[in-house]
């Protein structure tokens, strides 16, 4: 059976791209744009971007309703994000929406929200190699990535990362430094799937890598709006069935 095409929001600060010629360089349309590009041939999406300086940060409610998942790319910044935003995204999320957190966006107010932790951890900016190690290749997110992926220049993340336990660990980074990381994670909030995927610094051309791509691809699929809940009402139930005089 055809899955239905996904709606797929791709959220950029946009500022990095637009202040340091090195970024530029590398994504001179946005590092959304470069996502966007990259995940059209990989499946059946609809895809819009958005970004810090648009009204309502171009997510405003009517553009997230449209939305079956939202991918989060953040950095210098998160608070500029409008808590009334923070708080659309929040009832997305948990009325059936995905959520895709990238790299940097840990520190998202959103991701913190929803974590409801600081998400702190330790980092590095060395150019170093990053290997991201499969841990579940059965995963849904994980169809089509080998035993490990590396990447010849990353900055590195390290433990410990300050989240909930997630309820599943993908993937494991190790660091030509010696530091491990947590870098593919999911969680349920509500009725929405989360996804968390580590790589994506800026000054590196992380998001051409072929299987970077696939597993944000993989990802959309994975976290997409499967239901659309009214999570915010709580209506007084009539039964069902007859109840005893005396219960009524």
């Known amino acids: 059976m055809r899955m239905e095409t996904i709606n797929v929001t791709i959220w950029n600060e946009y500022l990095h791209e637009t202040r340091n010629p090195r970024v530029q360089a590398i994504y001179p349309e946005g590092i959304h744009r470069a996502i966007a590009k990259g995940l059209e041939p990989l499946g059946d999406f609809a895809i819009r971007t958005a970004t810090l300086a648009e009204p309502e940060h171009g997510l405003s409610a009517a553009v997230l309703e449209q939305t079956d998942v939202l991918l989060w790319w953040g950095h210098v910044a998160h608070d500029q994000v409008s808590e009334k935003v923070v708080e659309q995204v929040q009832l997305q999320v948990l009325s059936g929406m995905g959520l895709i957190v990238l790299h940097s966006g840990h520190y998202a107010k959103i991701f913190k929200r929803l974590m409801g932790t600081f998400c702190s951890l330790k980092w590095r900016e060395a150019g170093e190699r990053e290997r991201l190690w499969n841990l579940r290749p059965d995963h849904p997110i994980l169809q089509g990535i080998p035993e490990y992926i590396e990447l010849r220049e990353e900055e590195m993340y390290g433990e410990r990362f300050d989240i909930p336990e ?28 989360i996804f968390y995927f580590r790589p994506g610094h800026e000054t590196y051309p992380t998001y051409y890598n072929p299987h970077v791509l696939r597993i944000l691809a993989n990802a959309c699929g994975w976290a997409r709006r499967r239901v659309r809940l009214d999570v915010t009402q709580a209506p007084h139930s009539q039964p069902l069935e007859p109840l005893p005089r005396e219960a009524q």
């Open 166 to 193: 997630p309820d599943e660990l993908l993937m494991i980074s190790w660091f030509q430094g010696g530091e491990v990381f947590r870098s593919a994670c999911t969680w349920t909030r509500g009725h929405g799937r």
